[in-house]
């Protein structure tokens, strides 16, 4: 699976529109790209994925680059439950290898 | 939605006992589930996937003879930990992958926290 890159830490006022950046430059032509967050001593939740649409779900919207090397996670109105680390991973769906990597994530703080 | 539970969620047990960790999706059949450990302030590595009815793949530096893994069924799989040690110590996760909803996604436990003394 492709390597992705995401800031260490962001701050977010509580209300505003929370946008997590990701670097995936090296992501082929049948990789998608997920999100996936991590509230502290949690076990990981599922937001959001794509391949090449922009998605929007209950939860948040996903824009991919028309290139697809990057993606931002849209969090419209943040809330303090927000606070997590959030995990951008790009795979391929393939029923025979279904691993998912885990980089370090960004960890998100929401402030009141 | 599809809901993944681990039990104990902490457990603590002296060094050299053995700690089992169960793993069970509630309303789906799962044939396959993940072993994932994380230790303080990192990331999650996967130990081991696990598929019903045969042996695990356990992850390069996993020891298999130490992280003992059972996946006797489509909705549970154990993750024993033989001979604990101090460096055991870890958060441990699993998640379970829904074989009916595409595409193929994998669902997360809430975790069980070991600490070995």
């Known amino acids: 699976d492709a390597k992705t890159t995401q800031p260490p830490s962001m701050d977010c006022a509580e209300g505003r529109a929370a946008n997590l950046p990701c670097n995936h430059s090296?992501?082929?032509?049948?990789?998608?790209v997920y999100w996936y967050r991590q509230i502290h001593s949690q076990g990981p939740q599922y937001i959001i994925h794509g391949l090449k649409n922009n998605e929007t779900n209950e939860m948040a919207s996903l824009i991919i680059t028309e290139d697809r090397k990057s993606s931002t996670l849209i969090l419209p109105h943040a809330t303090l439950r927000d606070t997590a680390v959030y995990y951008c991973?790009?795979?391929?769906?393939?029923?025979?290898?279904?691993?998912?990597?885990f980089g370090t994530g960004t960890r998100l703080t929401i402030i009141p | 939605g599809a809901v993944v539970s681990q039990h104990p969620s902490r457990v603590i047990c002296k060094s050299g006992t053995s700690v089992k960790i169960e793993c069970r999706s509630l309303d789906f059949q799962a044939t396959t589930m993940f072993w994932y450990r994380q230790f303080p302030k990192q990331s999650l590595m996967l130990m081991a996937t696990s598929n019903e009815g045969s042996k695990a793949t356990y992850e390069q530096g996993v020891e298999k003879d130490k992280f003992l893994i059972n996946h006797a069924s489509l909705t549970l799989s154990t993750l024993t930990v033989t001979s604990a040690h101090p460096e055991d110590s870890s958060f441990y996760i699993c998640?379970?992958?829904?074989?009916?909803?595409?595409?193929?996604?994998?669902?997360f436990g809430p975790g069980t926290r070991l600490t070995v003394t």
């Open positions: 090296t992501i082929s032509g049948n990789e998608y």
């Open positions: 991973i790009v795979r391929v769906i393939n029923f025979g290898n279904e691993k998912l990597t």
């Open positions: 998640s379970a992958r829904d074989i009916m909803e595409g595409p193929y996604e994998q669902y």
